[in-house]
């Protein structure tokens, strides 16, 4: 029974999909509402995304430099390309993803969800609204165009995080990290960090909007679904994540 | 002019509809009444295309809703304003946005048109200086002021409510069923109007249909629905004690 409920959910994602590419009514309306969610997910999550990355970074260089100095044989500036490629690689887009799935997948699960509750997406519909396409559409446009700037403010953001932890804690000099920054640069890491940073909003927004678009019943399911898309999402992620790497590394 | 004709339809086993045939005219505030639970909401949204009835059909001037798809309804929506049981308005837009919503979703008026005209519905509803206040700021006979001029700002052919009245004192209620009469003789439109409330079906009610367990007990107008001899009626219209008493010193006096 699990499986069939879950397969029947899978569907009806999939034509929730499928219906959101439509041919707008009013190019400007859904403009104006893409602007206003890539407003929302921008400016309201640069701050968390851009100290978590900071401070990630900073401890990734703290850790393995005490490992590195246990072992003696490896340079210090190897820390530089090190930082940058665990910022580039993995804890930029993962560790933001699941910091957006907590906010954005439950910002946007709870909007829609109380606007189908309160039959506001029922009053949408009798105008002869796409509701699909003009509710679900703009925020998961958004997110695709603002998150990935997002991902690489917190690996930029990172990866100066490892530059002050090491100078901070006595490493190794600016000197030495940019040294190691430039070192052995691989340009299909950077191709990586783009790839999830797509896919990653692209699965949170649209599992939160699916979880949302379809509640049923009053505050209690409301909270359920909100919990809800924050789990599938995050779920989605790490899966994707490892699936991504598989892929294309 | 809405005809429907044998709609069915059941959730599970139970069936909710059991074969519905009426018509409701232009200019005319047509009512539906019945116990909670009889039926209304879902045979409103049946016929306003939310949902699916497993058989019969539902004529809009001719047009079938029942096997449209999704753009089809779209098209015919145009034509339809509603006022939902809980508002329904947008609670991230002011008042003035909620009211020119479909404007700018629709029509290609220039933002002064459009102001025009939703200064117009406001005021037609009495409601002329809530402009930039948002749902939440507002009483509840505001906010049925406030769905119904959205519900008619695109001059709809057909105007449909969900017990306008719940949650109304009765002279606001009053004021509402007024306002949705002088709007639906005035712009002939065809409106349909669910309700418990035997003021407003006494007051506005130009035809009657009573649902009873899923089906059409009764038909009539505001001037028979006091004389039926229909049992089931009756014990819907008089239910309190004191209503009988009159209903007796009434049919003694005629
Ligand atoms: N989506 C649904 N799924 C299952 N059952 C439903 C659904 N919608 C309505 N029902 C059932 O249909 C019956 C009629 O409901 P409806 O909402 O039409 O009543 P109503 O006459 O509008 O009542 P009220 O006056 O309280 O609004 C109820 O028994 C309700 O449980
Ligand atoms: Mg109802």
Known sequence: MFILDALEGFGKYISMLGSIVAKPEKLSMYWRETMRQMYDIGVGSFWIIAIVGLF??????????????????????????????????????????????????SNIATELGTMRITEQIDAMDIMGVNTRAFLLGPKILGSLLIVPILVIVACLLGTLGGALAGELGGFYTWEEYKYGLQDDFQPQYVRLMFIKSYVFPFLITSIACYKGFYVKGGSLELGKASTDAVVYSSIAVVIANFVVAFLFL | MIVTQDIRKSFGEQQILKGINTSFHPGQCNMIIGKSGSGKTVFMNCIVGLVIPEEGSILLNDRNIVPMNQKEKSVLRKEMGMLFQKNALFDSMTVEENVRFPLDMFTNMTMSEKSERVNFCLQRVNLPSANHKFPSELSGGMMKRVALARAMVLNPKYLFCDEPNSGLDPQTALVIDELIQEITREYQITTVINTHDMNSVIGIGDKIIYLYEGEKNWEGSNKEILHTENEKLNDFIFASEFLKEIRKLNNRTI
Request: hydrophobic residues 55%; positive net charge.
């Open chain 1, 56 to 105: 990630i970074g900073g401890v990734t260089a703290v850790q393995f430099s005490n490992k590195l100095l246990t072992f003696g044989f490896v340079p210090m500036w190897w820390m530089g390309s090190m930082t940058r490629d665990s910022m580039f690689l993995e804890l930029a887009p993962t560790i933001s993803a699941l910091l957006l799935a907590g906010k954005i997948g």
